[in-house]
């Protein structure tokens, strides 16, 4: 019996941290930013940032969520009491707040893009008519708002009901599905007439792209896809079991979820070429040419409503992590309820969120540095506050934590040996935060 209970815990504390990162990170922002950034020479840098400063940034917030056994501004205080760290803090709030926001939009578009699909809306038309149906769907900028608020509403009745772990044990079953539906759209995209050179462009690297922007990209886009820098994993990790695999959960989760990012390349690219369409067609691109895909597929019907069900669940698990992040600040640092906390975090997002809707549409004259605000929220999270937050964290651990105390977390106490131990500590210590930090200043043209 007991035996087993393990085994259940160890699965759940993999699974919700995979329902953090897995969502429309991977299957939405992966391949738009491959798509704009050269492809190949992308995915090679997001890559080396998964595995070189994403893994040790994610093991640098599991050791003080475990550590501490509290959410993320007690356990820095815990651990370096009169230390600045916990401005890390203020900037995971501000980041989660402003991702939850853009999130919510392109959430409410996946609804859309279901409701869609039950009507049979997605089937009948040419490529040009599924083109336009994105543009003339976020140009009605109403539209777009009610379904990102819709969204909204539906996140805050999970948080407030208390039912996130409902739905997390639903999303455990549901995720393992969406794998296989992402593995048979593969090999459906494989057997397209011009597949070659979508994999051509997905895998063979172009280095004359790579510049200092769109190496800042794939860090963003390494970041944002595993959740890492807003202290969203430390705050799962402050709920693993003394005898978790902080490393080898670190390694698995960073695992799964590149391997989600890819198998979205594979369906996409070979697609965007067999239909003569654009890679660098921004975030619009998987929802152009998707329908098209379903299209092809025999019972196009119920693939699409199945994979758009299964994405917004995938979206939801994501919102809901990240939207902890500020509710329990709330809770913990102004001593709201969690039901009020639980309603600033969603108006927040829920003014924020129609601005960014609204910037497809009547919005989009407005810019600010050239971005339209949906833009900008997107840039300046991922881009900026992640890096950020990625610096602290790793500084954090790697310099003013007590040594002891990360060898201890390192080992689950002692009960593993880590093989691997000194060159994680060096990546945590000196690889992250002076690779994230060049990373940052060149791709913002301060150096
Ligand atoms: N990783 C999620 C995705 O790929 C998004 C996400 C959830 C996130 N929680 C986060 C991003 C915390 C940054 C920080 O869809």
Same mark, same amino acid.
């Given at each position: 019996?007991?035996?087993?209970?393990?085994?259940?815990?160890?699965?759940?504390?993999?699974?919700?941290?995979?329902?953090?990162?897995?969502?429309?990170?991977? !299957?939405?922002?992966?391949?738009?930013?491959?798509?704009?950034?050269?492809?190949?020479? &992308?995915?090679?840098?997001?890559?080396?940032?998964?595995?070189?400063?994403?893994?040790?940034?994610?093991? #640098?917030?599991?050791?003080?969520?475990?550590?501490?056994?509290? /959410?993320?501004?007690?356990?820095?205080?815990?651990?370096?009491?009169?230390?600045? +760290?916990?401005?890390?803090?203020?900037?995971?709030?501000? #980041?989660?707040?402003?991702?939850?926001?853009?999130?919510?939009?392109?959430?409410?578009? +996946?609804?859309?893009?279901?409701?869609?699909?039950?009507?049979?809306?997605?089937?009948?038309?040419? #490529?040009?008519?599924?083109?336009?149906?994105?543009?003339?769907?976020?140009? /009605?900028?109403?539209?777009?708002?009610?379904?990102?608020?819709?969204?909204?509403? !539906?996140?805050?009745?999970?948080?407030?009901? *208390?039912?996130?772990?409902?739905?997390?044990?639903?999303?455990?079953?549901?995720?393992?599905?969406?794998?296989?539906?992402?593995?048979? &759209?593969? =090999?459906?995209?494989?057997?397209?007439?011009?597949?070659?050179?979508?994999?051509?462009?997905?895998?063979?690297?172009?280095?004359?792209?790579?510049?200092?922007?769109?190496?800042?990209?794939?860090?963003?886009?390494? &970041? @944002?896809?595993?959740?890492?820098?807003?202290?969203?994993?430390?705050?799962?990790?402050?709920? @693993?079991? %003394?005898?978790?695999?902080?490393?080898?959960?670190?390694?698995?989760?960073?695992?799964? %979820?590149?391997?989600?990012?890819?198998?979205?390349?594979? =369906?996409?690219?070979?697609?965007?070429?067999?239909?003569?369409?654009?890679?660098?067609?921004?975030?619009?691109?998987?929802?152009?040419?998707?329908? $098209?895909?379903?299209?092809?597929?025999?019972? *196009?019907?119920?693939?699409?409503?199945?994979? &758009?069900?299964?994405?917004?669940?995938?979206?939801?698990?994501?919102?809901?992590?990240?939207? $902890? =992040?500020? +509710?329990?600040?709330?809770?913990?640092?102004?001593?709201?309820?969690?039901?009020?906390?639980?309603?600033?975090?969603?108006? =927040?997002?829920?003014?924020?969120?129609?601005?960014?809707?609204?910037?497809?549409?009547?919005?989009? %004259?407005?810019?600010?540095?050239?971005?339209?605000?949906?833009?900008?929220?997107?840039?300046?999270?991922?881009?900026?506050?992640?890096?950020?937050?990625?610096?602290?964290?790793?500084?954090?651990?790697?310099?003013?934590? %007590?040594?002891?105390?990360?060898? $201890?977390?390192?080992?689950?106490?002692?009960?593993?040996?880590?093989?691997?131990?000194?060159?994680?500590?060096?990546? +945590?210590?000196?690889?992250?935060?002076?690779? !994230?930090?060049?990373? @940052?200043?060149?791709?913002?043209?301060?150096?």
């Amino acid at each position: 019996m007991s035996n087993r209970a393990q085994f259940v815990t160890k699965m759940g504390v993999i699974a919700a941290t995979v329902g953090s990162a897995v969502g429309l990170g991977n !299957i939405w922002r992966f391949p738009y930013e491959a798509g704009l950034h050269g492809g190949g020479a &992308f995915l090679i840098v997001y890559l080396l940032c998964v595995f070189l400063l994403g893994i040790p940034v994610m093991i #640098a917030e599991f050791v003080i969520g475990r550590s501490t056994h509290s /959410n993320a501004l007690t356990a820095l205080k815990k651990l370096k009491p009169d230390s600045h +760290i916990s401005a890390v803090s203020y900037v995971g709030i501000v #980041a989660s707040l402003m991702i939850l926001s853009f999130y919510s939009v392109v959430a409410g578009w +996946i609804m859309e893009y279901l409701y869609q699909a039950l009507m049979g809306g997605l089937s009948g038309h040419t #490529a040009e008519e599924y083109a336009t149906l994105f543009s003339s769907f976020t140009v /009605n900028g109403w539209r777009t708002v009610m379904w990102t608020l819709l969204f909204l509403l !539906i996140n805050f009745m999970v948080l407030r009901r *208390g039912v996130e772990k409902g739905i997390e044990r639903l999303s455990n079953v549901l995720m393992p599905v969406l794998f296989v539906i992402l593995v048979v &759209f593969c =090999i459906n995209s494989l057997m397209m007439p011009r597949a070659a050179e979508g994999l051509n462009f997905l895998f063979n690297p172009d280095f004359t792209a790579l510049t200092p922007k769109v190496v800042l990209g794939a860090l963003g886009q390494a &970041f @944002f896809s595993l959740s890492l820098g807003l202290t969203c994993l430390l705050t799962y990790a402050s709920y @693993f079991s %003394d005898r978790t695999p902080l490393v080898r959960s670190a390694t698995v989760v960073a695992l799964l %979820d590149t391997l989600v990012a890819i198998l979205s390349g594979i =369906i996409i690219f070979p697609a965007v070429f067999s239909f003569g369409m654009e890679p660098a067609a921004g975030p619009k691109l998987v929802f152009q040419i998707l329908p $098209e895909i379903f299209q092809q597929l025999p019972g *196009g019907y119920l693939w699409s409503v199945a994979f &758009f069900l299964l994405l917004f669940f995938a979206s939801l698990t994501s919102t809901i992590s990240m939207s $902890e =992040i500020s +509710i329990t600040y709330f809770v913990e640092a102004h001593k709201m309820s969690r039901n009020r906390a639980t309603g600033l975090n969603t108006a =927040i997002a829920a003014a924020f969120g129609t601005l960014c809707a609204l910037s497809f549409g009547v919005l989009s %004259d407005l810019k600010v540095a050239g971005l339209t605000l949906f833009e900008l929220f997107d840039y300046v999270s991922s881009n900026v506050l992640l890096p950020l937050g990625g610096v602290m964290l790793s500084v954090f651990v790697g310099w003013i934590v %007590d040594k002891k105390v990360v060898e $201890e977390q390192l080992t689950d106490y002692g009960a593993r040996r880590i093989t691997l131990l000194r060159p994680i500590r060096f990546c +945590i210590r000196y690889v992250a935060p002076v690779s !994230i930090s060049l990373i @940052f200043l060149y791709g913002l043209g301060v150096l």
